[in-house]
């Protein structure tokens, strides 16, 4: 016989146990060790174990503790102090339920009988109850004879809380009505708390456990309780001493510990969706090249392992199946010039990118988050599979990672990855940047897993996002998930716009609390790389495109519009703009071309197949419209061009029209300002209010994407702007680029997150995120 064995006679006939414990000051607190012992117990690492909230706590606050991944699932909820109680599920118990609620006379007749007394209700969501603040002078005969009358109870706890309950109401009661109801016995139940409205549950006969730290009117009513036990740890430390105490083994399996205790040699982990390199096969062989997109933030990261700082970076690596023969998960990105940083692969397989990449991703979460919720498609089977995507980047980020190291996950289509790791490493510091815009809380939380991921955001230590209004926005969505203190705030001016933009706001939260955690919070507009830029503006090879492109001007104003087959880049409205404007301006006939480049969609992304069929009927009628032998209005595109050709349009060009109906932060506007500045030129940046770098790029032309006549007023006064304005502004717009660049974006997000506290606790004396 085993030792689990020998232990389970004394446990109880069944040998499966029932904990049922308080949350505050019992199952939330306690060590990071504690806790995830705790959470692997009742998470299957003890058969047959299970657990019940026992909670003065309302429903409807405990539902974000439902998502919370370092918390075991109940099987039970008692809440309100008794007075409700359901299963995991939030499906009533009955007929537990319904007889608690005949037996309550309601809010309001409780709060008119005791309106004479001085009590003052707490602002807490609360059912078949009455919550109030009181000292304990205030519990008089009078009062006590008022809540008898009623036909309910009086609890008092911890100096200050009182409770009006339906008679014979109380956490014990509520236990021992539970037990009788779905069959379990007594002998399988061990009872965990820390106030004295716990006390009732410890007093029914149970095996008990009191916490370290407990109120010491609980310990002293319960210290000649034979069955209960008064442990010293706090918390779940505590739990797990009185679990060991009445005979449990409370160690997590030996594969789990393991598992658990697995440390990786990287103080850097990036956990980005894409490699840092292209993976080519030639002649059968999969070897490495540099990426052809110009993005210059995969660069831009890569430099923070340029010395020998240890780093690993997740990606994914598309291959015929999830364990392909021979695959090497670790390979060096350039032995060379980042010595100590490697690709930590993780093997997916076509149909793994094709569902949580290009149709998951663009299709439920991509409308939602740019506002477009008409457009989202919502199908679990697409959402399970992007749980295993992320279950795996999480997994292999935990084996990178050295203790206490930094994890940065990087975008949307990696929210879940936090929700894994914390319970896997607790020790980490886990820090996402949003590169996205995030959108209003009415919007975002039409995602039918809106809890998941903000619960599993909730589990970073910090939290950046472009702009301050996203960052604000995340707050909103937070605060329709959970309780929410915030911690601090900074304002928005000088450094990004407030009131003159239809993304501005005047102040951010910079930090807040939810439940017993801390999550720093800042905006960090993504830069461009200038340097690069610069080099590319003033090359041969570019100064002649952009000559070549002038000369077929010749003369006329190049308007430039580049962006991505998109719904959201506004491509349909800004040529029906330039239609009307051509209608209403006859006289810039001959003396303007826009020339629209767009760049079409990832191969396999047929939702945006109609809004290009309807791009190319528009621009047919405008140049059908307007057209003459010697010139065509619109100018179109539909391929991707080289970096170096985007730059030598952005030389030739005067203007740039870039006007999505929304967009994250829109780097294609940088981009223009940093090749005017580099070729020392001046020119107008026509810009929607609805991207975010409309508050970041003071000087720009703003106008509003969805309303025609801003559009033409815009590109109209961007065309009959004299010349010391437009010097003015372009000088404003590119002092910003350029302070505030590519690698200025990484160093403050980077310092921002090392700020942001010790991994996984409030901590008020440390510093808050800046804003960048």
Same mark, same amino acid.
């Given at each position: 016989?085993?030792?689990?064995?020998?232990?389970?006679?004394?446990?109880?006939? /069944?040998?499966?146990?029932?904990?049922?414990?308080?949350?505050?000051?019992?199952?939330?607190?306690?060590?990071?060790?504690?806790?995830?012992?705790?959470?692997?117990?009742?998470?299957?690492?003890?058969?047959?174990?299970?657990?019940?909230? =026992?909670?003065?706590?309302?429903?409807?606050?405990?539902?974000?503790?439902?998502?919370?991944?370092? @918390?075991?699932?109940?099987?039970?909820?008692?809440?309100?102090?008794?007075?409700?109680?359901?299963?995991?599920?939030?499906?009533?118990?009955?007929?537990?339920?319904?007889?608690?609620?005949?037996?309550?006379?309601?809010?309001?007749? #409780?709060?008119?009988?005791?309106?004479?007394?001085? !009590?003052?209700?707490?602002?807490?969501?609360?059912?078949?109850?009455?919550?109030?603040? =009181?000292?304990?002078?205030?519990?008089?005969?009078? !009062?006590?004879?008022?809540?008898?009358?009623?036909?309910?109870?009086?609890?008092?706890?911890?100096?200050?809380? %009182?409770?009006?309950?339906?008679?014979?109401?109380? &956490?014990?009661?509520?236990?021992?009505?539970?037990?009788?109801?779905?069959?379990?016995?007594?002998?399988?139940?061990?009872?965990?708390?820390?106030?004295?409205?716990?006390?009732?549950?410890?007093?029914?006969?149970?095996?008990?456990?009191?916490?370290?730290?407990?109120?010491?009117?609980?310990?002293?009513? =319960?210290?000649?309780? &034979?069955?209960?036990?008064?442990?010293?740890?706090?918390?779940?430390?505590? @739990?797990?001493?009185?679990?060991?105490?009445?005979?449990?083994?409370?160690?997590?399996?030996? +594969?789990?510990?393991?598992?658990?205790?697995?440390?990786?040699?990287?103080?850097?982990?990036?956990?980005?969706?894409?490699?840092?390199?292209?993976?080519?096969?030639?002649?059968?062989?999969?070897?490495?090249?540099?990426?052809?997109?110009?993005?210059?933030?995969?660069?831009?990261? %890569?430099?923070?392992?340029?010395?020998?700082?240890?780093?690993?970076?997740?990606?994914?690596?598309?291959?015929?199946?999830?364990?392909?023969?021979?695959?090497?998960?670790?390979?060096?990105?350039?032995?060379?010039?980042?010595?100590?940083?490697?690709?930590?692969?993780? +093997?997916? /397989?076509?149909?793994?990118?094709?569902?949580?990449?290009?149709?998951?991703? &663009?299709?439920?979460?991509?409308?939602?988050?740019?506002?477009?919720?008409?457009?989202?498609?919502?199908?679990?089977?697409?959402?399970?599979?992007?749980?295993?995507?992320?279950?795996?980047?999480?997994?292999?980020?935990?084996?990178?990672?050295?203790?206490?190291?930094?994890?940065?996950?990087?975008?949307?289509?990696?929210?879940?990855?936090?929700?894994?790791?914390?319970?896997?490493?607790?020790?980490?510091?886990?820090?996402?940047?949003?590169?996205?815009?995030?959108?209003?809380?009415?919007?975002?939380?039409?995602?039918?897993?809106?809890?998941?991921?903000?619960?599993?955001? !909730?589990?970073?230590?910090?939290?950046?996002?472009?702009?301050?209004?996203?960052?604000?926005?995340?707050?909103?969505?937070?605060?329709?998930?959970?309780?929410?203190?915030?911690?601090?705030?900074?304002?928005?001016?000088?450094?990004?716009? /407030?009131?003159?933009?239809?993304?501005?706001?005047?102040?951010?939260?910079?930090?807040?609390? #939810?439940?017993?955690?801390?999550?720093?919070?800042?905006?960090?507009?993504?830069?461009?790389?200038?340097?690069?830029?610069?080099?590319?503006?003033?090359?041969?090879?570019?100064?002649?495109?952009?000559?070549?492109?002038?000369?077929?001007?010749?003369?006329?104003?190049?308007?430039?519009?580049?962006?991505?087959?998109?719904? #959201?880049?506004?491509?349909?409205?800004?040529?029906?703009?330039?239609?009307?404007?051509?209608?209403?301006?006859?006289?810039?006939?001959?003396?303007?071309?826009?020339?629209?480049?767009?760049?079409?969609?990832?191969?396999?992304?047929?939702?945006?197949?109609?809004?290009?069929?309807?791009?190319?009927?528009?621009?047919?009628?405008?140049?059908?419209?307007?057209?003459? %032998?010697?010139?065509?209005?619109?100018?179109?595109?539909?391929?991707?061009?080289?970096?170096?050709?985007?730059?030598?349009?952005?030389?030739?060009?005067?203007?740039?029209?870039?006007?999505?109906?929304?967009?994250?932060?829109?780097?294609?506007?940088?981009?223009?300002?940093?090749?005017?500045?580099?070729?020392?030129?001046?020119? #107008?940046?026509?810009?929607?209010?609805?991207?975010?770098?409309?508050?970041?790029?003071?000087?720009?032309?703003?106008?509003?994407?969805?309303?025609?006549?801003?559009?033409?007023?815009? %590109?109209?006064?961007?065309?009959?702007?004299?010349?010391?304005?437009?010097?003015?502004?372009?000088?404003?717009?590119?002092?910003?680029?350029?302070?505030?660049?590519?690698?200025?974006? +990484?160093?403050?997000?980077?310092?921002?997150?090392?700020?942001?506290?010790?991994?996984?606790?409030?901590?008020?004396?440390?510093?808050?995120?800046?804003?960048?």
């Amino acid at each position: 016989m085993n030792l689990v064995e020998s232990l389970r006679p004394e446990i109880s006939s /069944t040998g499966k146990l029932i904990l049922a414990t308080d949350l505050d000051g019992t199952l939330l607190a306690g060590t990071h060790a504690s806790r995830r012992r705790i959470r692997d117990l009742f998470s299957g690492g003890l058969p047959g174990a299970r657990i019940v909230f =026992v909670t003065g706590r309302s429903l409807e606050s405990i539902m974000p503790l439902l998502s919370d991944p370092t @918390i075991p699932a109940p099987h039970y909820i008692v809440a309100d102090v008794g007075a409700t109680i359901v299963h995991g599920d939030l499906r009533p118990v009955e007929p537990l339920q319904h007889d608690i609620a005949a037996r309550w006379p309601g809010s309001q007749a #409780v709060l008119r009988a005791l309106a004479a007394f001085s !009590l003052q209700r707490q602002s807490v969501p609360q059912e078949r109850r009455c919550s109030f603040l =009181v000292g304990e002078s205030g519990i008089t005969a009078e !009062l006590r004879a008022a809540v008898d009358a009623l036909g309910c109870d009086l609890m008092f706890s911890a100096g200050r809380y %009182l409770d009006v309950l339906p008679r014979g109401v109380d &956490k014990g009661a509520a236990l021992l009505g539970l037990a009788a109801a779905e069959g379990i016995d007594h002998a399988d139940i061990v009872v965990a708390g820390d106030t004295l409205n716990d006390l009732a549950m410890l007093r029914c006969g149970l095996r008990g456990i009191v916490v370290g730290g407990a109120e010491p009117a609980l310990i002293e009513q =319960v210290r000649k309780l &034979k069955r209960v036990h008064i442990a010293s740890a706090e918390g779940c430390g505590g @739990i797990l001493q009185g679990l060991a105490h009445h005979g449990t083994l409370v160690e997590t399996s030996a +594969a789990a510990q393991v598992r658990n205790d697995a440390r990786g040699q990287a103080d850097l982990v990036m956990v980005y969706h894409r490699l840092p390199f292209d993976e080519v096969v030639e002649d059968g062989v999969c070897v490495q090249r540099s990426p052809k997109s110009p993005n210059g933030i995969i660069p831009t990261l %890569l430099r923070f392992f340029a010395g020998k700082r240890k780093g690993a970076w997740v990606a994914w690596s598309q291959q015929d199946s999830r364990q392909p023969a021979g695959f090497d998960s670790r390979v060096s990105v350039d032995a060379q010039r980042y010595p100590a940083l490697h690709a930590a692969r993780i +093997a997916l /397989t076509a149909d793994d990118v094709d569902l949580f990449y290009k149709k998951f991703s &663009k299709e439920a979460f991509w409308p939602i988050i740019f506002s477009f919720p008409d457009k989202a498609e919502f199908k679990q089977a697409h959402w399970e599979r992007f749980l295993e995507v992320n279950r795996l980047f999480a997994e292999q980020t935990a084996r990178e990672a050295a203790e206490g190291a930094l994890a940065w996950i990087h975008d949307y289509n990696l929210w879940m990855v936090p929700a894994f790791l914390r319970p896997l490493r607790p020790d980490l510091r886990i820090a996402f940047f949003h590169h996205t815009a995030f959108p209003s809380s009415d919007i975002f939380n039409i995602l039918p897993w809106r809890r998941d991921i903000i619960g599993s955001l !909730l589990q970073c230590d910090y939290v950046g996002f472009h702009i301050p209004r996203y960052v604000e926005n995340f707050v909103d969505a937070t605060r329709s998930f959970a309780p929410v203190e915030v911690l601090g705030t900074t304002a928005c001016a000088p450094r990004f716009l /407030t009131y003159g933009c239809a993304l501005g706001v005047d102040t951010m939260t910079t930090a807040i609390e #939810v439940g017993a955690r801390r999550i720093g919070l800042g905006a960090h507009p993504v830069g461009t790389d200038v340097t690069l830029i610069g080099q590319l503006a003033r090359s041969p090879a570019v100064v002649e495109q952009a000559n070549g492109i002038t000369d077929y001007l010749n003369g006329v104003t190049g308007v430039i519009s580049i962006e991505r087959l998109d719904y #959201v880049k506004g491509s349909l409205q800004k040529l029906e703009a330039f239609e009307q404007f051509l209608e209403q301006y006859p006289e810039y006939a001959g003396k303007v071309t826009l020339i629209n480049i767009i760049t079409p969609a990832a191969a396999g992304m047929e939702i945006y197949e109609s809004l290009r069929l309807e791009v190319d009927r528009v621009v047919g009628r405008i140049n059908g419209r307007f057209s003459t %032998l010697l010139w065509v209005p619109v100018r179109y595109f539909y391929r991707s061009l080289s970096f170096d050709e985007v730059v030598a349009h952005y030389a030739a060009c005067d203007i740039a029209w870039i006007t999505p109906l929304r967009d994250g932060l829109n780097l294609v506007a940088k981009e223009f300002v940093a090749t005017r500045k580099a070729i020392d030129k001046s020119g #107008v940046l026509i810009l929607s209010e609805f991207a975010g770098a409309a508050v970041d790029l003071h000087g720009a032309v703003l106008t509003n994407p969805y309303d025609g006549r801003s559009m033409v007023a815009g %590109l109209h006064q961007a065309l009959s702007m004299g010349e010391d304005e437009r010097a003015y502004r372009t000088a404003r717009m590119a002092a910003i680029v350029t302070e505030h660049d590519v690698t200025r974006w +990484a160093a403050d997000f980077e310092r921002a997150a090392a700020g942001a506290g010790e991994p996984g606790v409030i901590d008020r004396a440390a510093p808050l995120g800046e804003a960048a």
